[in-house]
């Protein structure tokens, strides 16, 4: 219902664009947030846009870096992601929510599978 894509390795200062394609029930769900979790350490919210793309919310520790957005005629939403860091190595998940105050904890009703972001130095 959601496929994410776009990870692989990259070296330090590099950029990556990641995909999210929904599809079926996860399609009308609304709000997307990518939400990313390296290796021993808690989930994170990266980044969410709403169902118009009308609205953004971006991390802390990613804002300035990253730009979401989204094509409803595709069923797509991207995360551009530049100026990469070694702290950003983590594997990436899409999720979708229709609550907006939801977007950055949670809960989720629809997750894709992940895709791992390696970042090199």
């Known amino acids: 219902q959601l496929q994410a894509s776009g990870g692989g390795v990259v070296q330090t200062g590099g950029s990556l664009r990641l995909s999210c394609a929904a599809s079926g029930r996860a399609d009308s769900s609304g709000n997307m947030a990518w939400l990313r979790q390296a290796p021993g350490k808690e989930r994170e919210f990266v980044a969410a846009?709403?169902?118009?793309?009308?609205?953004?919310y971006y991390g802390d520790s990613v804002k300035g870096r990253v730009t979401i957005s989204r094509d409803n005629a595709k069923n797509t939403v991207t995360l551009q992601m530049n100026s990469l860091k070694a702290e950003d190595t983590a594997v990436y998940y899409c999720?979708?929510?229709?609550?907006?105050?939801?977007?950055?904890?949670?809960?989720?009703?629809?997750w894709g599978q992940g895709t791992l972001v390696t970042v090199s130095s």
């Open positions: 846009v709403n169902w118009s793309g009308g609205v953004i």
């Open positions: 999720a979708t929510t229709p609550i907006w105050d939801n977007v950055s904890r949670g809960p989720y009703d629809y």
